[in-house]
């Protein structure tokens, strides 16, 4: 697919003429290549496509580039690829990556290349990715079952007395076990009033009885990740927790419903806020509904009021609204979604309903 994906870029770079695009960001060389190192550059032009990285990774490099030539640098990899044959051709347009390049970098590209130009060009790259290929989602789903299976494995040890920490490292542990490459990101595990916090990474605080407990993790297969979040109670919930968790619960099954090809991200988040506001805690959902996952953890279509973007086929995004008050704790649920032209399609198969644990 490598060779597909940096073609289709190359018709981007052909409409608005660009002799060649310089990509340095590792996570979009990972998606346009396969390469999966920590140290790389990518030159595209109009025939050709050119990888360069250091030689820690030569055997690596060699075994996983697809649709490019592998360089093995001896030098840094920009003053490397400034020696291509052609590419000091006088008025030369390149594009580059406003938004992965230091000011310090651009510079220093300029000064090797002195005679191109240098375009800002993230734009070009800033969808890849959004829509899935089947061998993605396929990916993503493997992630979604690991998350889902560590979830179930790690319910038993919420008890009063045992520390957020302890139990982000065992179900870190879990999805190890179950093939995760890495956790998709730092695993949130929030309790009590730190619950509150969206992005309470787990801490040594110690679970107490009646504590809300958040939980929201991933899990990457293949450089694909997973995102869920599920919000349980340590022994019997209040009617107050009930509440606000209901409200929740409704509020992420209107937005689940709203999901469909053509429908605009904005549309989504509505559909999930205003059964908050309604229920009076609008001030207590500050952050957007949702965001695409993929080779990223959070990449687009956004969900969110301030939302651009409109959902499109094969689309994975995330629905995850939440209710958050300060000094007493928080609710959040989230699912992994794949946009059809029929709807939306929920990855996840880990209990919703309120577990009293």
Known sequence: MSVQRIDQLRKSMAAENLDGLIVS???????????????GL???????????????????AKKQVKGARVHIARTALN??????????????????DGEAMTVAERVRLQALLPQAQLIPSEHLTVELGWVKEKSEIDLIKKAVTISDIAFERILNLVRPGIRERELAAELEYQMLMLGSERPAFESIVASGYRSAMP?????????KKGDFVTFDFGATVDGYVSDITRTVVVGKATSRQKKIYDIVARSQKAGIRKVKAGVAGVAVDA?????IKKAGY???FGHGTGHGIGFL???????????????????????EPGIYVDGWGGVRIEDDVVVTRSGGT????AEKKLLEL
């Not at 687009?300 to 086929?313: A, E, M, N, Q």
């Not at 929920?346 to 198969?349: A, I, P, Q």
């Open 199 to 207: 992005h309470g990474v787990a801490s040594s605080k110690k679970l």
């Open 282 to 284: 609008g001030k207590n």
């Open 25 to 39: 960001d590792l996570n979009k060389i990972r998606y346009l290549t396969g390469y999966t190192g920590s140290s």
């Open 42 to 60: 990518l030159f595209i032009s109009g025939k050709k496509a050119d990888s360069y990285t250091d030689s820690r990774y030569t055997v690596q």
């Open 271 to 275: 559909a999930c806020r205003d059964i």
């Open 346 to 349: 929920v990855l996840n198969k």
């Open 297 to 319: 953890v959070h990449t687009g279509p956004r969900v969110s009021p301030l939302s651009k973007d409109k959902l499109r086929p094969n689309n994975v995004i995330t629905i």
């Open 79 to 96: 003053q490397e690829m400034a020696k291509l044959p052609g590419i000091q051709t006088r008025n030369l347009l390149y594009g580059i």
